[in-house]
């Protein structure tokens, strides 16, 4: 309890130094950066987009739902520790997503483009819209939780995947699309939502037992 409680008030400690002191002088330096950097982070940053993740998952969770029903013997129960994987993979990023969206809408915080034009700067909560909708990053939280969810399925892989993740996430800044703080509150949501979700796959028998990973860790 003392390291969780450590934890939030570090990452509430983080949030505010970035709010108050790095995300607007942030902004105005990565609105004078190179368009050749800002036209390559525009294409990278749709790796991002939860719809070019859930759609595969869910389409292969159908694919293995039809063939596990038709399966028998241990063929069957291979497809079904498939099918927890795939599940869990899908609902780690839709469920943080699904919080992520809720945030946003709670919070209303201005896009850094509306500070850069018209500097505006205060949070208009239950401002629906996209310019309304910077914090935290959807973008940043689907990446995290798409590395996270599969580095514990394959945990040899964990660091690798999270690396990728938070370079691509970064992508969201040298668009102009959020601050600093937004990606590190999107990053953190996928992360509080990620372990709890794995924790109850294991409790139901739909992934591993003790950690989840459908090959272990060296």
Known sequence: MKRAILIVVGFLALEAVLMLWVDRPFALWAA?????????SHHLTRVGDSLYSLVPLGLAALALTT???????TQRERLGRWLGAV???FLAVALSGLAVDAVKAVVGRPRPILFLSEG??????????????SFPSGHADTLVALALSIGILWPQHRRALVGLALALATTRLWVGAHYPSDVVAGAAVAVLTTRPLRDLFIRRGWLPAPNGAMVPGR
């Open 67 to 73: 063939a596990r029903a038709q399966a028998e013997g």
């Open 32 to 40: 004078q950066l190179p368009h050749w950097v800002t036209a390559v």
């Open 120 to 133: 505006a700067i205060w949070p208009q909560p239950f401002h629906m819209g996209f310019r309304y909708y």
């Open 87 to 89: 599940a869990f993979v």
